[in-house]
Nanobody, 115 residues
Framework: QVQLVESGGGLVQPGGSLRLSCAAS????????MAWYRQAPGKERELVAH???????AYADFGKGRFTISRDNAKKEVYLQMNSLKPEDTAVYYC?????????WGQGTQVSVSS
């Protein structure tokens, strides 16, 4: 079973930046499209961005122009650079395979945006 460990969250003021990291285990990482998701209190988990094995990316509308997803296949890591953060970005952020809807999730990393 793949293990996912997210890190890099924290408390930041509006307009600030954070860089999230996700370390994945398992032999198939390099062949899978990876994604970042987030879940705010009282809301459903939602897709933030995804990145294909070759590096093509796509973003939810709320992240376009502010977030950048990247990956290092050799390290089996995925990253999310978040700039110009807003209070509505406050959520727990998770990484996983794109389109995943099962029960295997990491602990996530909390991002809180507040003045």
């Amino acid at each position: 079973q793949v293990q996912l460990v997210e890190s890099g969250g924290g408390l930041v003021q509006p307009g600030g930046s954070l860089r999230l990291s996700c370390a994945a285990s398992g032999p198939l990482f390099s062949f899978r499209t990876m994604a970042w998701y987030r879940q705010a209190p009282g809301k459903e988990r939602e897709l933030v961005a995804h990145i294909t094995p070759g590096g093509s990316t796509a973003y939810a509308d709320f992240g376009k122009g502010r977030f950048t997803i990247s990956r290092d296949n050799a390290k089996k890591e995925v990253y999310l650079q978040m700039n110009s953060l807003k209070p509505e970005d406050t959520a727990v952020y998770y990484c996983n395979f794109a389109g995943y809807s099962g029960g295997n999730w990491g602990q996530g990393t909390q991002v809180s945006v507040s003045s």
